[in-house]
């Protein structure tokens, strides 16, 4: 009876601790997971606010020509219009390069939760081994 007792405990203490390790493993990797997942999403939002200022500088040279060719000075209105498209070109930049950060820090802050959720549930799986292997030493 006792040799069965400790196989018994030999096995759910296994049991419990490759649990335990596939656990932190998988919130390990969710992790690493979401830091490269972040970076992408940082660098395309860079790479769409760049291509947005290269629109806008052409739009606005555009106008430019536009003003020109029709026999209008670039003074008074005209010179505001071309100002004001530089500023909302610029604050939609900003908004870009802004919207790509708070979804990059979202998704590192999933990956965190993901590591966090693996830890607690390797140490609830070990927790729930020890238990187990108590219950059957009785």
């Known amino acids: 009876m ?3 007792t400790t196989v018994l405990i030999a096995a759910a203490a296994t049991a419990a601790v490759v649990s335990a ?16 997942e972040a970076a992408l999403i940082n660098e395309d ?3 769409q606010a760049n ?6 500088e052409k739009f606005r040279k555009r106008q430019k020509v536009a003003f020109l060719s029709s026999g209008v000075s670039l003074e008074g209105s005209p010179l505001l219009v071309l100002e004001e498209t530089r ?3 610029e604050e939609e930049v900003a908004r ?6 708070i979804r990059s820090d979202i998704r590192q802050q ?9 830890v607690l549930g390797g140490i609830s799986s070990l927790a729930g081994g ?6 059957v030493g009785l």
């Open 130 to 135: 020890v238990s187990k292997a108590g219950k």
């Open 87 to 89: 500023k909302e070109g």
């Open 51 to 56: 291509q947005h200022a290269k629109d806008v």
């Open 2 to 4: 006792a040799a069965t």
């Open 96 to 101: 870009i390069r802004r919207g790509g950060q």
């Open 21 to 36: 390790g596939a656990s932190i493993y998988g919130g390990i990797q969710a992790r690493k997971q979401a830091k490269k």
């Open 45 to 47: 939002a860079q790479h």
């Open 110 to 118: 999933q990956g965190r939760d993901a590591f966090v959720s693996g």
